[in-house]
């Protein structure tokens, strides 16, 4: 069967297709719109996968929605009649946002795709995130958990997964916490009052956290109270999730907390300002440790599962899954590499081959590489028509680890696109990981970035557990960059870069199957460094998505102080580009 | 900063807009000098213009590095792109003065009725870059930095009390010029024969968004105040039911019981 799943009107929308039981495309619209987070209709992402298996839209079987439209709609209007008359300002914009395009979410499918809209099927929200996180990872049976911002009512859901020996699969979903009782919108709205954009700085708050301490953990338990039989719920007189759609937190959120960050207002750490964010930071990301720590353990003494596969946006918080892994019990903790609402159309596509139309399961490919390829000619063109010297080398690996050695910044492309928000090898920079210096000049000459923010590293397999302390199932947990966990204390001062203020770091281990050329690069800088272990992190610019095309790549690099791009086999430097961007302005 | 000259100078005539326009936009300036003058005048809403005027850049600059990613021709890659960086610089700029004065503002900034009628640069206005040929954009890019520099001079010189920030209003509107013109000039280069025909299709494109950003503006608020009412009139009987409803639903799990998918 041919199955397209589909994501999208919310934030980060992506397209996926299935053929025959296994992914063969899957992409973020953002990649190729070059908006980030991207939310439209994926239409480019969409045209990309057809194109990419060479199928028009009438070879489809089915068209998959990744939520239901219509429950969503139910949510959001119950909730404003729950709060007249003072949901008044928000029930036209949200009327005018779900009747304007998202109710009539098949209509609108089948015509941009020119089929029958009985193709066209919603599943919901959380069970796409269930079979992204499950049908997706290399085990038969695992508990599963899904927790995000909320999908349709869902906001959190516990259940299991099983691949039968006849081929059939299976989801159990068990029970649910609902609206407005949300683990993803309570860490939305500490994000918000910190000052980042929701659902894109949720990360910034991680990172900010460990410069704190949990100091104001019993005020956040006042805001999210942990219940009895291990749910949770929200004190909604400190939240506004109807009136501050964006922000979410009420003015007794603020009486508690105090002033909120402005957004474009810096942190500076050494201030009482700032350590007050910094702490507040903390002890929001207590809490939520705590509380999927404990849901995650009692799932697992209900079912008695060693595997649990996680999915929905909590799912990126690296330092709450290395916890889960430590302490729920659980032996193995699966991720995805797209665990937000942009791996529910590969989530979405999945689940409908498996379990609506009962097909075999087959496995899937254990990487997160489906997007597309890059076009070294491009770059040769482009170079050659901005009279840029280009090295095409087939032995570029031992050239590319001397200049890393030589403390020079890499721009690396290479195969295809990764699905998910994190760079995996294919679409990253590549840095020396060992002073301090190289994380405060990728900061400022490059990424742009607060100086709170980590960079992470990658480490070939087999030399993870010499510079990290990966617990049991640690290695599963990094493959896509997933968990956080502490670098050995005798290599933190040698591993500088990319050690965060507290001992830990976001660790990519590579297998050599997943990535050859990038275990290459590796083990030949570890002949020159005695350490095979790289600074990765995205190859773009702030407020921009990852580069996908060479094009992008070579714009990036020409724009920040990247000194060398790689695609594929061809090398760019930037002294030869420095020289010609003098005659351009001499001219 | 200005962009490179790769060409020589631009022809005599890009360096002003047409005579029509000036007049009209002169005009315009001075029907609008109270109006501008009161946005202004208040260092809050200054701040926080400021810092939206950094955004606005900050995207535009995003947008030209889209331009040279997608253009064939190697002269205008380089215009872009260093009129990219200009963006860039231009959003620092106005961020750090947005942020000096903003050091004493208590909230993000107050929004004032008025505030639309000093806009910022518009930028690209949501064009699909991938389908614009070189000349159309060119031809728009040229607009909409006349447009903008006729603004920012607008701005400097009712900001008198605020030497600072009509410094930087005036930095910037040096490079406005400067792309002002080199636009123009490339125009002139890639479509020499209909470069007028060009800037008045752009034009008109410019007034047909313009319109639509009203006819939105417009039905948006026909349709908000349709649903104001609707809200109070119709919904009241279910506000009851759906409150009852929610005084059943307990918090904590909720069992999904025998939804087992296979």
């Known amino acids: ?587 | 900063m200005g962009a490179p000259s790769l060409q020589g100078d631009p022809p005599r005539e890009a360096a002003q807009p047409g005579r029509g326009t000036a007049y009209f936009g002169d005009v315009l300036g001075m029907m609008l000098w109270p109006v501008h003058r009161l946005i202004w005048a208040d260092p809050q809403r200054r701040a926080r213009k400021l810092l939206e005027f950094a955004e606005v850049e900050a995207s535009g600059g995003r947008d030209l590095v889209r331009a040279a990613e997608l253009t064939n021709d190697p002269v205008l890659r380089a215009r872009y792109l260093a009129h990219a960086r200009d963006e860039a610089r231009h959003a620092d700029m106005f961020r750090a003065r947005g942020r000096a004065l903003g050091k004493e503002m208590t909230g993000e900034g107050k929004e004032g009725l008025a505030d639309w009628m000093a806009p910022g640069e518009r930028g690209m206005e949501g064009l699909d870059l991938a389908r614009e040929k070189d000349a159309d954009l060119l031809a728009f890019l040229h607009l909409s930095e006349s447009a903008a520099a006729r603004d920012f001079a607008r701005y400097a010189r009712v900001i008198d009390k605020d030497p600072a920030t009509r410094i930087l209003f005036q930095r910037i509107l040096h490079d406005e010029d400067e792309h002002k013109n080199y636009t123009r000039g490339e125009l002139g280069r890639i479509a020499p024969r209909r470069a007028r025909r060009v800037l008045w299709w752009a034009r008109l494109r410019r007034l047909w968004k313009a319109y639509l950003r009203f006819a939105t503006f417009f039905a948006g608020m026909i349709a908000g105040v349709v649903l104001t009412i609707q809200y109070f009139v119709l919904l009241p009987p279910f506000v009851w039911l759906a409150r009852r409803n929610a005084r059943r639903e307990k918090p904590g799990w909720i069992g999904v019981g025998e939804r087992v998918a296979r």
Request: proline content about 5%.
């Open chain 1, 1 to 587: 069967m041919k199955i397209l799943g589909i994501s999208g009107h919310y934030h980060d929308s992506a397209a996926a297709l299935v053929v025959d039981g296994v992914p063969v495309a899957a992409v973020q619209e953002e990649r190729l719109s070059r908006h980030k987070n991207d939310a439209g209709f994926p239409l480019a992402a969409i045209e990309w996968c057809l194109d990419h298996a060479g199928l028009s839209p009438n070879d489809l079987d089915a068209v998959i929605f990744y939520e239901k439209p219509t429950l969503k709609f139910d949510r959001v209007l119950t909730g404003l009649l729950q709060g007249w008359p003072g949901s008044w300002r928000s029930y036209p914009k949200a009327m005018k946002n779900m009747l304007g395009e998202k109710l009539w979410v098949r209509g609108l499918i089948a015509s941009q795709l020119g089929i029958s809209t009985r193709r066209v099927r919603c599943i919901e929200h959380h069970q796409s995130h269930a079979a992204a996180a499950f049908l997706t990872a290399p085990t038969q049976e695992a508990a599963i958990i899904t927790a995000d911002g909320v999908g349709e009512w869902a906001t959190l859901t516990v259940g299991t997964g099983a691949k039968r020996a006849d081929g059939s699969s299976e989801i159990r979903m068990l029970r649910e916490l609902r609206f407005p009782h949300s683990l993803g919108l309570f860490y939305s709205a500490v994000t918000a009052y910190l000052g980042f954009t929701v659902n894109e700085g949720e990360y910034k708050v991680m990172g900010l956290a460990s410069y704190g301490q949990p100091t104001r953990i019993a005020e956040m338990r006042r805001l999210l109270r942990p219940m009895a039989d291990g749910a949770f719920m929200l004190d909604l007189d400190f939240f506004d999730f109807l009136g501050k759609v964006e922000s979410g937190y009420s003015s007794r959120f603020i009486d508690l907390f105090g002033p909120p960050r402005r957004s474009w207002q810096p942190i500076d750490l050494r201030s009482e300002e700032g350590r007050r964010f910094a702490d507040i930071a903390a002890s929001a990301q207590a809490l939520l440790e705590e509380v999927m720590v404990g849901i995650a353990t009692n799932l697992q003494r209900e079912t008695g599962l060693s595997d649990l596969c996680l999915g929905g946006g909590v799912a990126l918080n690296g330092v709450a899954n290395a916890r889960i892994l430590r302490e729920a019990g659980f032996g193995r903790l699966f991720v995805p590499s797209a665990p937000g609402d942009a791996g529910c159309a590969l989530g979405a596509a999945l689940y409908a081959d498996r379990i609506l139309f009962r097909q075999p399961h087959k496995a899937v490919p254990d990487h997160p590489f489906w997007g597309p390829r890059p076009d070294e000619a491009a770059l040769l063109r482009v170079a050659q028509e901005d009279g840029i010297p280009v090295v095409a080398n087939e032995q570029l690996i031992e050239d590319v680890a001397d200049a890393l050695a030589a403390d020079k910044i890499i721009g690396w492309v290479d195969g295809a696109l990764e699905y998910g928000p994190r760079a995996l090898g294919h679409r990253s920079i590549f840095a020396a990981p060992h002073d301090a210096s190289m994380r405060d000049r990728l900061n400022r000459d490059i990424k742009y970035r607060e100086e709170f923010r980590p960079f992470a590293p990658v480490v070939a397999a087999e030399h993870a557990d010499r510079f990290f302390d990966l617990p049991p199932g640690g290695a599963r947990l990094a493959r896509f960059m997933s968990g956080v966990v502490p670098v050995r204390p005798e290599w933190r001062s040698r591993l500088a870069a990319i050690t965060h203020v507290d001992g830990t770091a976001r660790v990519q281990v590579l297998d050599r199957e997943m990535e050859p050329r990038l275990h290459a690069l590796l083990e030949a800088y570890g002949k020159r460094s005695g350490i095979p272990v790289l600074l990765n992190t995205s190859f773009n610019l702030a407020g921009e998505p990852i580069v996908n095309t060479v094009s992008e790549a070579y714009s990036t690099f020409r724009r920040c102080a990247i000194d060398m791009l790689v695609a594929g086999n061809v090398c760019l430097t930037k002294q030869r580009v420095a020289r010609a961007q003098i005659l351009e302005n001499v001219a």
